[in-house]
DNA sequence: CTGTTAGCGCGTTCAC
DNA sequence: GTGAACGCGCTAACAG
């Protein structure tokens, strides 16, 4: 009972007015960094808090200033197994890192089904949130118009190809560049007969690496060397390669969409007794852990989620304090080629 | 311009309650699900509600009724990458998942520094969550005690051991009954010459799960037969298996803490020359995603990361809707033995 | 059943 | 530099 004060009851801005013997309007003051509170009642005020163990209420605070402090990182997928795969984690931590170093709380909003996405759309209307970074592996346009109305900042995770009524600033990954050095990296080799196995078809970025992998090969292109799966698992890579078995002896190498596919690529093509790079090289696309685990080890387009998370988030904060982005800013973040093994 | 009236500044309760002709305590009761509405008024508040766009403000909401509908998921981790692995992923989105479909946000709080513990512990002072969810990877203490004076509902993710001053509900997988299991499973074959790969020191799932082989292995466990490793992954378990090395050719089997170190041991194992399961066993635990990828594919010891994180929340909405838990109340998950070709 | 009113905890003019 | 008062948008208790 010596204890100091058992704070039974919520102290409040007013208790440290109180304490301090100032009027509660200056204690905000001091709170809110102005400059017109004296350094003698600044002193009095810091020590009543440290006293009392004033926190301010979040609640109320976002009430009288009309901001939140809270950003919201909307993900969209089918599936929410899609939360397990490394690159949407990875840019979700640090997203949530860098929003956080920044005074932010991030809450993590996945929209998967119509009540979901009802639900998210209530939320954004309500001024729940200061921000939204919206980390799209689709091109469903449902979400992207919930922002309309909400006149609060947006990032998002995809540059779309199509233009849509609206538009916001967009992070996404230079991916027909990355396609298209790989796809390179083959012809340099003299493995000129590629195939190429294509990600899901309302993935942008699906698309964009498909025309990396065009671009590269240029004449040499042809579109019957071409498996458009449905998702981006492992048994569509197997699929792939059944598909492709009649001509697997005129084969020099299968570029495929993420690394996914590429290992379902390889463990078909082991099946039907074809060796791995020596037969047919094959690439992937991601660099997720697996590459590295695989036998053999994945050739692969690296992407750097962690920045993919971190350069949106960034561009949100610059938004946030003020700075005005135009809606058409797309960042363009760099791929790399990793040479292992499989090609 | 003929549009329904482009909404320019935020329609409040009162806009609504003049729309609607009644006062705008009568739309709050309505909004409230009040029983005392005539269903006249009702009709017409519904209408101006659908006409004006109106959606409660929820940080006037917070204040006004002291809850938040929010829920923190803290996760205490040395190491951010650790947010990457398939088991905290699967819980995070299922408590999201779960705590989304009672109407509960959730905001993600990550605790990996000194500056990041501060953090949060400010905003559980600030009251900015009903409830708190804690999943801890490590047994640190500095965490657990900043609920004390936050009287809100908090959720474990691991039974503590050791008996700390405050205690919460927990949630916990059967550890030691997995590993139990599994090394029966192995004595059963006749595999009696075991060594084990602990995980870490800091870790109580570390602890459980090794007391879990010694019950299993009776008068036959070994002290000298244990390693120690420092984490939880791949380098773990090659270490171990070269610290091993002398007694290898004795060796049944390795039964070991996890899959990443299972996964280790087997590499090593490899390049010494030993075949798995024929010349030595080995069996992990988790069946991570990584668990069938491997080749031999792992024995290993199932948990349902998914069941966690929605046990989890489940039982933290129910302390939410009032539902009184004692502390110490702990649910334990089954486990289960999955075997593949590793053992 | 409904209108009125007093807070919720804090930010922000204003005078002083 | 500082205090008083009002407002943020909504809930809840109280009359009527």
Redesign the interface.
Known sequence: MSRTAI?TK?VTIRDVARLAEVSYGTVSRYLNGNEHVSTDAARRIAKAIEES?Y??????R??AQQR?S?VAFIVQVES?AT??Q?ST??A???A??TL??A?Y??????ANSE??TQ?IA??V????ADGYLLFSLSEDDSLINIFR?AHRPVVLSEASDRSTAVSYPAVDFANADGQCSITRYLLDQGKIRLAYVCGPGYSPSSSKRLHGFKQAMGAYFDDSHVYYADDWEIASGEMAAVEFQPMLHDLDGIVCANDNIA?GVINQLRRFGYRVPEDIAVTGFDDS??AT???PKLTTVRQDSWLHGRVMSQLLLRMLHGEVVDHQTVKLLPTEIVTRQSA
Chains 1, 2 share one sequence.
């Open positions: 704070a919520k163990h926190t301010p209420n979040k609640a109320a976002s009430l939140t809270t929410i939360l397990l490394a984690a990875a979700m931590a640090e949530n890192q956080g170093d005074g709380q991030m809450v993590t909003l996945i009540d979901s639900r209530q939320l209307q309500s001024d729940f109305t290992i852990p697996i685990m695989m036998d």
